[in-house]
């Protein structure tokens, strides 16, 4: 069985910086995976931030960035803001339309 | 501006078929370059992909859910369908229908604001 996993929770000041990070149990993360990143906040629906691994909607702040980072799909928070206090989820396409989330990292600032 | 809104009744019994609906505005769900997905999030729990439906009525599913999962569209309405069959308490969650488009890359840009659907006798 395919696992998507990411760090269950970090911790970041606010201004600093953090990565999460996005791994799959069939091997290395490429292009290929096309990485979706998505933020959710308590009852609300997941508002995407980032697709094919780096690429931003007109939408994602500045501050939001996408990379490869270790055979892993990375999510960049630089100069973190409070309100980026949120539940961030990966996402991997496997192929044949088939796709799977990460289990979800929640971010705290503090 | 594209929305999608869900609906469907909030409260099912186990081994019933849940039913919902995923209203599509501010787009044609016939575009060559849109699927449109079906993702649900148990309460406390995090995101699982359902499937994803092409306006042509072709479907995509999870492996994990195929035996039970149905996808539909409909294009005279604008708006496509999700049924999930022999539910049990494990299938409680919220339920969000997004569009998975292709362009330039894919991606699930739109969603829904989500319908809890609750199973229980």
């Known amino acids: 069985q395919t696992v998507v996993t990411q760090e269950p929770s970090l911790t970041v000041s606010p201004g600093g910086t953090v990565t999460l990070t996005c791994a799959s149990s069939?091997?290395?993360?490429?292009?290929?995976?096309?990485p979706n990143w998505f933020q959710q906040k308590p009852g609300q629906a997941p508002w995407a931030l980032i697709y094919?691994?780096?690429s931003k909607y007109s939408w994602t702040p500045a501050r939001f960035s996408g990379s490869l980072l270790g055979g892993k799909a990375a999510l960049t928070l630089s100069g973190v803001q409070p309100e980026d206090e949120a539940e961030y989820y990966c996402?991997?396409?496997?192929?044949?339309?088939?796709?799977?989330f990460g289990g979800g990292t929640n971010l705290t600032v503090l | 501006q594209l929305q999608l809104q869900e609906s469907g009744p909030g409260l099912v019994k186990p081994s019933e078929t849940l039913s919902l609906t995923c209203a599509v505005s501010?787009?044609?769900?016939?575009?060559?370059?849109?699927?449109w997905g079906w993702i649900r999030q148990p309460p406390g729990k995090g995101l699982e992909w359902i499937g994803n439906?092409?306006?042509?009525?072709?479907?995509y599913y999870n492996p994990y859910l195929k035996s039970r999962v149905t996808i539909s569209v409909d294009k005279s309405k604008n708006q496509f369908s999700l049924k999930l069959s022999s539910v049990t308490a494990a299938d409680t969650a919220v339920y969000y229908c997004?569009?998975?488009?292709?362009?330039?890359?894919?991606?699930?840009?739109?969603w829904g604001h989500g319908t809890l659907v609750t199973v229980s006798s």
């Open positions: 069939t091997g290395a993360v490429t292009s290929g995976y096309y």
């Open positions: 501010g787009d044609s769900i016939s575009i060559s370059s849109d699927h």
């Open positions: 997004a569009r998975q488009t292709i362009v330039p890359t894919p991606n699930f840009d739109y």
């Open positions: 996402l991997l396409y496997y192929g044949g339309a088939h796709w799977m």
């Open positions: 094919d691994t780096d």
């Open positions: 439906v092409y306006y042509s009525g072709r479907t």
